[in-house]
């Protein structure tokens, strides 16, 4: 049950002058964040008829708070036949995209953006409205699939996997209480990775939980120190609101003695006026990541982080600033080893709903969408990563209930390809580098810059083939295969074009033909191209084709089919605007080997007579 952690700080706030008396009781139990009964009394509001745009956004509101976005997207439909303040607006959009509407999400962006030029989600959506196409067509970065340790029908997720091959996660599999949202509380729960990778039955870690909601954690690198959130209530920590004991979410620590948890103490920033949660440990264990909505943060809940001294102290929690946040909702950080933050956000450009960003606390600059298959149109959150086994965990509410996913990391390569002069050695710009797959399928062409370099992220366990041209130049082709290394080298020299031309012809690389046919393929097509680029810079010379057969198939068929042959070259020249006066072709079958072994040619010297001439006839 995650809502819990993604409701903290929602900070929804009523308009007084829209009040009545018939709104007094849900209005009650909306201020004290007890949405799910509040539901129940807006929604009798609106069956009785006495409904008007206030009660239509607080309901719109109350699902919004507990994530129903379907339901959330309804009443917020009806709410802004009224003009509204312009969160309501954007919370509309954030609705909208959840049921994949980008279009009509656009349009409530459009009038939040009017009403709030400056924010920085105002901002985010004018920079690039119709993000939805690039975010589709970037790499993808993972792989995703389901855990087996899922429940059937209830929230599983936070999993986090210690280098002791432990997965602890947070689950509402134990339906004997049920909270203020009439779900049931959170256990952590924990399950050993088996080195076939399957997972072992979980367990509840019962000396971590208590009867209230705990979780989610985060594991030291050695695995014997753990950091959980916790309701307040489980340690008596709220403030009495109208009728209901309000509690806020703290973190707490724990070590590992004897193979249990033991010694729990409350961090010292905890607040009875704003939770904090979600935590997360670096590697080196000197600094805790977490969410919050604490006093000095960019928007409802920020991502933060607080030092932790060597003598068990901790320093004053700093904001991560707008790199991560924004005046939105972050929550569920997660460190990697080299400095990499993983969380979600609401209010970043996605797909709906909770999106999974990364940002490179290192380097600065804009945080990145993680893209589907880890995104969708729903909640998608909590992910972790272990370095050392290579493997992230998140978690997604899209098949309608929070379940917990692997997600493996596709193996990508960087394929860094430097074009020069072969007799030179000189850098060459404006060079095409054409990749393809190892079908021959023509992926995607640049160009080189100034320095002489393309390139281009792929993936690693696949063979890829690099065509490099430029005018002027013999075009060459490079295959490289498969591998692990993160960037592949590539140079390619080119040969200039005008070194084909000998004394008395062309030297041009065969130009094959399919078997018994007449039609150019895809390669003799790029050779014949060099020739075209040769009487281009000539405009005087004047070629003769000279086509020849094996001694396959009688003299006559081979005869006709080198006629034809010739006759194709010729007007494969012509049409790429070669003067049908500059070229001739004639067909000299079998008549003319290069290897004379008559009737016992050996498939090599069938392929050497197989073959076109390109005689200078002027030059």
């Given at each position: 049950m995650k809502k819990l952690y993604i409701a903290v700080g929602l900070l929804m706030a009523l308009q007084g002058y829209s009040q009545s008396k018939e709104t007094l009781k849900a209005d009650a139990l909306f201020e004290n964040s007890r949405y799910t009964v509040a539901i129940e009394e807006y929604l009798q509001l609106a069956n009785s008829n006495k409904a008007d745009a206030?009660?239509?956004?607080?309901?719109?509101?109350?699902?919004?708070?507990?994530?129903?976005?379907?339901?959330?997207?309804?009443?917020?439909?009806?709410?802004?036949?009224?003009?509204?303040?312009?969160?309501?607006?954007?919370?509309?959009?954030?609705?909208?995209?959840?049921?994949?509407?980008y279009a009509e999400a656009n349009k409530q962006m459009d009038t939040f953006a009017a009403m709030m030029p400056n924010d920085q989600r105002a901002v985010l959506h004018?920079?690039?409205?119709?993000?939805?196409?690039?975010?589709?067509?970037?790499?993808?970065?993972?792989?995703?699939?389901?855990?087996?340790?899922?429940?059937?029908?209830?929230?599983?997720?936070?999993?986090?996997?210690?280098?002791?091959?432990?997965?602890?996660?947070?689950?509402?599999?134990?339906?004997?209480?049920?909270?203020?949202?009439?779900?049931?509380?959170?256990?952590?729960?924990?399950?050993?990775?088996?080195?076939?990778?399957?997972?072992?039955?979980?367990?509840?870690?019962?000396?971590?939980?208590?009867?209230?909601?705990d979780g989610?954690?985060?594991?030291?690198?050695?695995?014997?120190?753990?950091?959980?959130?916790?309701?307040?209530?489980?340690?008596?920590?709220?403030?009495?609101?109208?009728?209901?004991?309000?509690?806020?979410?703290?973190l707490y620590k724990a070590t590992?003695?004897?193979?249990?948890?033991?010694?729990?103490?409350?961090?010292?920033?905890?607040?009875?006026?704003?939770?904090?949660?979600?935590?997360?440990?670096?590697?080196?264990?000197?600094?805790?990541?977490?969410a919050s909505n604490m006093p000095g943060g960019l928007g409802d809940t920020d991502i933060?982080?607080?030092?932790?001294?060597?003598?068990?102290?901790?320093?004053?929690?700093?904001?991560?600033?707008?790199?991560?946040?924004?005046?939105?909702?972050?929550?569920?950080?997660?460190?990697?080893?080299?400095?990499?933050?993983?969380?979600?956000?609401?209010?970043?450009?996605?797909?709906?709903?909770?999106?999974?960003?990364?940002?490179?606390?290192?380097?600065?600059?804009?945080?990145?969408?993680?893209?589907?298959?880890?995104n969708s149109e729903k909640d998608d959150f909590s992910f972790s990563f272990n370095t050392k086994q290579n493997v992230g965990y998140f978690s997604s509410n899209r098949s309608g209930v929070d379940n917990i996913y692997t997600a493996n990391p596709v193996c990508r390569v960087e394929a860094l390809?430097?074009?020069?002069?072969?007799?030179?050695?000189?850098?060459?710009?404006?060079?095409?580098?054409?990749?393809?797959?190892?079908?021959?399928?023509?992926?995607?062409?640049?160009?080189?810059?100034?320095?002489?370099?393309?390139?281009?992220?792929?993936?690693?366990?696949?063979?890829?083939?690099?065509?490099?041209?430029?005018?002027?130049?013999?075009?060459?082709?490079?295959t490289f295969a498969k591998t692990g290394e993160k960037t592949v080298m590539v140079e390619a020299a080119l040969r200039p074009v005008n070194e084909l031309i000998k004394e008395t012809h062309i030297e041009l690389a065969d130009i094959n033909f399919e078997f018994g046919k007449s039609n150019i393929t895809r390669e003799g097509a790029k050779e014949l191209d060099k020739l075209v680029e040769i009487m281009n810079d000539y405009p005087e010379m004047v070629i003769l084709v000279k086509s020849h057969t094996d001694t396959k198939g009688s003299a006559d068929f081979n005869m006709k089919l080198s006629e034809k042959?010739?006759?194709?070259?010729?007007?494969?020249?012509i049409s790429k605007g070669i003067?049908?006066?500059?070229?001739?072709?004639?067909?000299?079958?079998?008549?003319?080997?290069?290897?004379?072994c008559g009737e016992k040619c050996t498939d090599e010297q069938n392929a050497q007579n197989r073959r076109s001439e390109f005689l200078i006839v002027k030059k």
């Open positions: 206030y009660v239509y956004k607080q309901l719109a509101d109350s699902y919004y708070a507990v994530f129903n976005m379907d339901e959330a997207a309804k009443w917020y439909a009806k709410a802004v036949e009224t003009k509204q303040d312009a969160e309501t607006y954007y919370r509309y959009a954030v609705a909208l995209k959840t049921q994949g509407k004018k920079a690039n409205p119709d993000y939805i196409p690039s975010l589709n067509s970037q790499n993808k970065m993972f792989d995703a699939t389901a855990l087996d340790v899922n429940s059937k029908d209830k929230s599983d997720f936070g999993a986090v996997l210690s280098n002791d091959n432990i997965l602890y996660f947070v689950s509402a599999r134990n339906t004997s209480a049920t909270d203020d949202y009439g779900q049931p509380y959170i256990d952590i729960f924990s399950s050993v990775k088996n080195a076939d990778g399957s997972f072992s039955e979980a367990v509840a870690v019962s000396e971590l939980n208590t009867r209230f909601h989610p954690v985060a594991v030291s690198a050695e695995g014997n120190t753990v950091y959980f959130a916790r309701d307040g209530h489980a340690e008596g920590q709220y403030t009495k609101g109208k009728k209901v004991k309000l509690a806020q979410i703290g590992k003695v004897d193979g249990k948890w033991q010694n729990i103490t409350a961090l010292p920033f905890n607040s009875t006026s704003y939770s904090v949660g979600s935590p997360n440990l670096s590697a080196d264990g000197k600094t805790l990541y977490f933060w982080k607080v030092n932790v001294n060597s003598d068990g102290t901790y320093g004053i929690p700093v904001n991560l600033g707008k790199d991560v946040n924004t005046p939105g909702k972050e929550n569920f950080p997660f460190i990697t080893d080299d400095n990499i933050l993983y969380f979600s956000s609401v209010s970043r450009p996605g797909y709906g709903g909770f999106d999974i960003f990364k940002a490179d606390l290192t380097k600065g600059g804009e945080a990145v969408n993680l893209g589907k298959p880890v390809t430097t074009v020069t002069d072969v007799k030179t050695g000189k850098v060459l710009a404006d060079a095409k580098v054409a990749i393809l797959d190892n079908a021959k399928n023509s992926i995607e062409t640049k160009q080189t810059g100034t320095d002489g370099k393309a390139s281009y992220d792929v993936e690693c366990d696949t063979d890829y083939v690099l065509e490099v041209s430029k005018t002027g130049y013999e075009p060459t082709t490079i042959r010739a006759q194709a070259t010729v007007s494969y020249v003067s049908k006066d500059r070229i001739s072709g004639k067909g000299y079958g079998e008549s003319e080997p290069k290897v004379n």
